[in-house]
């Protein structure tokens, strides 16, 4: 959603249906939707919304009988009015890091001896003020835009010039400028939206947002039917997520994750069928890493209520401030009212004299309306808006990489599965690794073996299980009662987790997710053969759509001019200890993304 808004920056975005058990709460924490009121639409229940980025397009929607045959009601949204744009130009500076390095260069190297020779104190800080504002206009000059009022939000002006020189760099096919402006546009929009959600936050006290982000920690769903192993998988690439939102200040979400992390270790896995049967090195492993975590997340917790009552005193001295302009306002009007009455009375009563003086009978008199500005119109304005759920980029070549790598168990049908490893960065996950562990397969199913040497080879390298990637070697793209029972146990943990299915045979490459009807009938299946069957209804899977195929990560890995031999060398040192065949080095050749991260083939 978050992509949309930044590739689409004027899309007005519809969301509605049926919501089930979802929560359009989560929605709307998680992107930039707010949600229109509506009311009961099945029986007494209110399980049918509609989302939209722009609420202030719409009239307050009406609950009307459906036309189809269904047990639910419709929802009737009518636009309103459409007025036309004000467009006014809005003037900034571009502030970006080369421009004030240059700025503070020039105020380093300026002699300013002159001014401080200056006796008169006010004539001295006029001089020096002068000076600062021209050696600002050389470093950062003034721009100017045109803004709409019907731009988002999350649309400043510094956007709008990024965008206008981003259409400039396209003309001139400049590819490299073109990456650079949209990574910027992205990062500042995504600023904005989360400085939006905090400030439509500030209104709750900071124990009630500490409680918010506590009982999100705590929302855990935690099965016995899904290995302990798993769990603990999961919960290292949780801890990795932590420390990199700690890396990017993203403190609330750090919290969340390192609470989540220790609840998990700590009330959850004790109580698993198969906890005592854990390794000793990994349980040892777990709880020093659980301490730590309890030790951030309390000083986490100490920043965050401090900047939570912060933010909550400021937003009540606005609150205060906005009440006291309009009362100020509301006596302004009631006093213009209060003259023009008393100058219309006047008027009438000098028409009166006239028309006696004239034996006119006069005309009937007429009462003057008075106006209730308490019963003005006002728009419900509900806003919750943030970020949604995070893409996952995949190399371009990565299909192909991992097609070579399971060509000879494709020949002799024999499935190959893999594990998708990656690193999260200003909120969208990109998968830098492939990890091959021990395994074995059959034509139909891939179970993977040690996977304590999984874990080790992921700690080794800060890696977050993304998900996992598997052949079909003699059947097409789809998700078997296996496939979507081991994809559970990914998704359960992180929602984005994806499982990407290649079929050689039919030459077709998909990636599913599991839906919210899945999830719920997958965790109630107590079915404990291998293969079995699930009902058609509801569906259970579905193709995944925050999956992005990054062609830019394959063009220059295919255009680098290294030789072979130096590609070898930096492989093995790469790879060091993982491989055991000299000629799989080859095979790895071509797996080199854009940013030198290679796919690592485990083979322990």
Known sequence: MDRIAVEFTNATIIVCGDFNDLDPEEIVNSTTLSILATGPTRGDKTIDFVLTNHPLLFKQPEIIDASLPTDHRG???????????????????????ANMQYFNYLMDTADLDH?????????????????????????????????????????????????????????????????????RIRSIILENIRASKNKQMEQYSAKERLALLQKQASNINFLNTIPASKYLQSGFSVLRMAGQYCDEKNFENAFVLYSKFAILVLEKLPNHIEYSTLPPRQITMVHKRVKMAIEIAEKLKLKLLKRFESDHESFLEEEEKKEQARLAEERRLCEQDTIRQMQELQRQKELNEILDKVHVDPPRETSIPLVDRSLKPSYDVLADKSSGMKSIYIPGDLIDAFGRISQHNTAINVETCSILGGTLVRDCFT??????????????????????????????HNLITLGWIHTHPSQTCFMSSVDLHTHYSYQIMMPEAIAIVVSPRFSETKSFSITSEGIESLGKCKNPNLHHTHPSLPVLYTESTHMKLDLAMQDVGNGMSMKKAAKKKVLRQTLSG???????????????????????????
């Open 75 to 97: 929802i009737l949204c009518r636009p309103v009015e459409q007025e036309k744009a004000i467009r006014t130009y809005a003037y900034f500076r571009d502030q970006n890091k």
């Open 115 to 183: 001014i401080f020779d200056i006796g008169d104190p006010d004539l001295a800080t006029d001089e020096l003020l002068k000076f600062i504002r021209w050696t600002l206009d050389i470093a950062c000059p003034m721009k100017r835009v045109r803004m709409s009022s019907k731009d988002p939000e999350y649309i400043s002006p510094l956007v709008k010039y990024l965008i206008k020189k981003k259409a400039k760099a396209s003309i001139r096919h400049n590819t490299r400028k073109i990456n650079a402006l949209n990574e």
């Open 431 to 460: 998968v830098t690794h492939l990890l091959i562990p021990k395994q074995c397969g059959t034509a139909d199913s891939c179970q993977t073996k040690q996977e304590e040497d999984i874990f080790e080879a992921q700690d080794s």
């Open 578 to 604: 993982y491989l055991e065949e000299e000629e799989m080095l080859t095979d790895c050749l071509q797996a080199v993304s854009q940013w030198g991260y290679p796919f690592i083939r485990v083979r322990l």
